[in-house]
């Protein structure tokens, strides 16, 4: 694919490069495990270059994704950084149902429903997670909701795949204060585009299809597992998240 530039980190571990590969043949079953062993693999990923902050015993570290990637990516990542850190109770989920639209010819992705675990300490690390990431739109207004929420310190963006431009998109959309504690964390940049706006070669297709979540608006009505095992874990400890 002479449009996809791989990280180093995907350059050394084949299991990603296989990964990414089966996303462009994979039935659902198996598009849906491919996505949860990336998140596995980006899960090793961070906590390769951010050991230190795992295991913080003072900070709390939200994993923030979008309805369709809580089942899989996600997942993956929540399972797998759960055994590297000091305390598991310290890892949150924040989840959002976004709908995606036009308004004066500019894409915006409001926030439908939200779940989102409560805060244990002051310091906070937000993990913004995301199967593909092309103009960035969903993944802004998740992290201003985030910001607003949680005012976090550090700031990850996680995808398997970023449009090549996506990264200076973000940093567009915010002051130099937010901005500054962004980093980017990805396994393939690519530099294509299709006239719909999807990314090429990207994850092989939508991916509210290829998950078998019924397209975009299918996907609304959708309720993660994740969420609800989450959710019920939670109101045994008399607290029920928003």
Known sequence: MNDRNLSPFAVSHYEVQRGLDELFSAPVDGYRAAMAGLGSNLARYIAETH???????????????????ADFLAKGIIEGLASRMSDEASLKLACFWNERAKESGYSVAPIQKQYLEPTSHSKVTVI?????????CVVKTNLMQMIEAVNPDSILVVAPVMHKDSRYRLKHEFPESISS??????????????????????VGGNVYDLLGLGGSEGKNKYLPEMVKSRRRRLSEQDYCPV
Do not use: M, N, Q, W
């Open 128 to 136: 913004i997670v995301k199967s593909v990431i092309s103009g960035a």
């Open 51 to 69: 050991a230190a902050l795992l295991r913080e015993v003072d900070r709390d570290i939200f994993v923030a994704c979008t309805v369709e990637d």
């Open 181 to 202: 504690k962004f980093e980017f964390l990805y396994f393939a940049e690519d530099a294509g585009k299709g006239d719909d706006g999807e990314v090429l070669p990207g």
